[in-house]
Structure formats: C-alpha cells, structure tokens
C-alpha cells in the first residue's frame, strides 16, 4: 500500500521558532521605522535572496497578494485583465475585488497553462494586464506574453501561487513580470498555514505595494500618516517565524520533488493513453505544487475520471482535485460579483459560459487527475507502486 509522505513536515525547530516569538512577546511585526517583530522583515530578505530578485514585500494571503498588485498598478473600473481559465478562483476573484473585469483565457494542450498567443487574441482597448498563473509550477511561456505585453502597452503579473523555485530561462519565477504574487497556504510547497508575499524588481513599485498592504502609510513617515488608499494585508510574526523556518528545508524538498518528477515522468509517458504536463521549454526548475496528467479514456476502457481516481485511492494513492474551469463557476456562469459593476463585456456569463468557447480547457480537465506536490517527496520505490497501479488499470484494456 502507498504510503503518502506527511504534509506539512515540521520538527523542534519550528516549533522553537514560534515559541520564541510567543515569549518575545512580540507579536506583530510594526512598521518598517520600528520593526517590532524580527521575523517578518527577515522573512522577506530571505525569500527576496531566494527568489533572486529585489524586493518581497509579505502579506496575508495568495489572494491579496494579487490585489495588491492589481491596484498598485493603477487597475480598476472599468479595465480588463486577462486571465487562464483553468487556476483556482482567485486569479479572478481579486481582479473583481479590484473593480475590474477579468477575461478567461483558453489553455495550452501540453503544458496546461495560458496560451499566450490565445491570450493576444482576447487584448481590447480596455485591457491593462494578463495574469500569467504558473499552474503546477509550470512557467507560463512569458518569453511570448512579454513581446505581447511590450506590443499591447499592458502590464504582466505572475501568480506564482504554485511556483516557489520554479525556474524559466535562467530566472526564477516572478521575475518576468512587473511583480510577482505566492501564497503559503496550507497545501503548497513553502507554507506557514496561510500568508503570501509579493515580489518585484522596481523600487517605486515596491513602495506602492508596501504602502496598499499596510494601511497606506509610507515607509519612514509618521505611524499615523496614510497617504493612499491601503487597507491591513499584513503578515503575523507568527507566520513569518514559521516560515523563515520552512524556508531553510525548501530547496532539498524542491530539488526532490524535481528528481522523482523527472522519474514517474519517464514511466507514467511510457504508458500508451498517459500524457503527463510538458514542462514549458525553457523550463529548468519546476515548483511542481501538483504534478498532473491526462488520460486518454480510449485506451483505459472509457473509465470516467471518478473511477480513475477511485482505483488509486484504493491503492492508498492520493490524488488532488483539479480546480474547475473558471468559465463553469457558478459566480461567473450567474455573474454574482460586485454590485454596480459592468460585467457585459466579458467572455463569460449565460450562454458565454458554455465548454465549446473553451475547448482545451474543458478536454484536460475532463481527463485530469492530480497528485499533491507531496507525493513526489516519497521514495523512488514508491512511485514505482503508483507507475504500477497505471500500468495495471492500462493492461485490463487493449486495442487504443
Ligand atoms: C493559482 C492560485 N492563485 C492564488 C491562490 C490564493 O492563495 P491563498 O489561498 O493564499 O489566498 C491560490 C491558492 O490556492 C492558487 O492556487
């Protein structure tokens, strides 16, 4: 039977780490004149140095993260932001917190994320930005947005959500955009429970992000002064300690899931009917927060994708669910959002919302499944146990 590796993985030292802020008494990280609390301002060294790139400002969630972003780049009423269709929920649900509009974007076969150049296609006069989400891990091909982003005059963001350390053409994730967006939610690669940070690479822009995510104060100005709309995003102490901590085990843990990827890859496409998420070219490193596949249902005896899953989960093999295509969301389908906000332009909504307008999307997500990034933590002879029950579902059906 499968044994799935502990998820999160902690030891004395975490424990420590949160005990000792608990006994500073120090609890709450300040402002940047009086950092009250040590954690948080080092945490985003830290990371910065991790993610090679300038600046981290840390923040509550994932999900503010992308807000934060959306409105230190001056995006609201009445601008479009375009974003994949297949991403957890809020990749958009902060562009309508933001007042704006976001438009769904159909995916690549291969590599499960934005097809740039579908994304092109979707540039109006209103749109101010493209989300590129790095699904799984997997860069979006950002060589391409850039060019489009450079020809359109509109801003890139990346949520990198499920990117910690993934590597495209020499840069870390969140380094090809005008800022980048994590989270450190319970279930991803680097977490403290909940939190998020944001990184970028332009000091004025950083200052904005800093100020919207604490209140709109300025750095080095008075405790009480607010110069811009800004509301509490911050990160606790509480987190920051744990995450400092977690930090220092990521790049073994990241280098690991990318060994046994590179692994159950060579054998899970070797099983006529599997074909595993291509890595982006130009990828080096994959944050690899989920490892997903399709299968091709001709050659597994049509087995529904509930069944698939069911086969593994028997053999103690865990698997996690793919989030549904945005454009199937009830929220958007009934266009429940934002009071007084014009959604008429969008490509979603009624009838806008049916599969054949997203037609990548909805073939991979209906022959999907996933394992959660800490599968790829097991032993090699493990995985070989998930190659097998495959391999056993595969044999039962022949002729495809
Ligand atoms: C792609 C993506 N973006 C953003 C988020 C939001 O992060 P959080 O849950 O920390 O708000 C998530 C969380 O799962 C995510 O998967």
């Known amino acids: 039977m499968f044994q799935t590796p502990q998820w999160p993985i902690w030891d004395q030292d975490d424990l420590a780490a949160v005990t000792e802020v608990v006994q500073s008494g120090k609890w709450w990280c300040g402002a940047p004149l009086n950092q009250v609390g040590k954690n948080l301002w080092a945490f985003q060294e830290e990371f910065a140095q991790f993610q090679e790139v300038k600046h981290c400002i840390a923040v509550a969630n994932g999900t503010v993260a992308i807000e934060v972003v959306l409105l230190a780049l001056g995006i609201g009423l009445g601008d479009e932001v375009i974003v994949p269709d297949y991403t957890f929920v809020a990749s958009a649900s902060a562009v309508i ?3 704006a509009v976001p438009i769904f ?7 499960f994320v934005l097809d ?10 209103r749109t101010k930005a493209i989300i590129a989400v790095h699904l799984g891990g997997n860069p979006v091909d950002m060589k391409r947005l850039g060019e489009i982003a450079e020809k359109h005059h509109i801003s890139l963001i990346e949520d990198c959500a499920h990117a910690h350390g993934s590597r495209y053409h020499g840069k870390r994730a969140g380094n090809w955009s005008a800022a980048g967006t994590f989270s450190f939610q319970a279930s991803k690669t680097l977490t403290a429970g909940e939190g998020g940070a944001i990184i970028c690479n332009d000091d004025a822009l950083a200052d904005a992000l800093y100020s919207i995510s ?4 300025k750095k080095g100005e008075y405790f009480y002064a607010h110069f811009q709309y800004g509301t509490n995003y911050r990160l606790s102490e509480f987190h920051a300690a744990l995450l400092r901590k977690q930090l220092q085990h990521f790049p073994q843990q990241h280098a690991l899931r990318n060994t046994r990827a590179k692994y159950l890859t060579e054998h899970l496409n070797a099983i006529e009917g599997i074909r595993v998420m291509q890595p982006t070219p130009g990828t080096e490193e994959l944050g690899y927060y989920i490892y997903p ?22 053999a103690g093999i865990p698997t996690a669910d793919c989030y549904p295509p945005l454009h199937t969301l009830v929220c958007f389908k009934n266009r429940q959002l934002r009071k007084g906000i014009d959604y008429s332009s969008a490509n979603w909504g009624g009838t806008k919302s049916e599969d054949q307008y997203f037609p990548v999307v909805t073939e991979v997500y209906g022959r999907s499944i996933q394992f959660p990034q800490n599968l790829l933590l097991a032993e090699q002879s493990q995985l070989d146990q998930v190659v097998d029950v495959i391999q056993y579902l595969r044999s039962k059906e022949r002729g495809c």
Do not use: M, W
């Open 116 to 125: 740039a150049n579908k994304a092109e296609t979707l540039i109006t006069p």
């Open 105 to 111: 974007c159909d995916i690549d076969r291969d590599t």
């Open 293 to 314: 596949f399709v299968y091709d249902p001709a050659c597994f005896g049509q087995i529904s994708n509930a069944e698939f899953k069911n086969r593994l989960h028997q």
């Open 97 to 99: 917190a933001a007042n």
């Open 214 to 217: 604490d209140c709109g104060r």
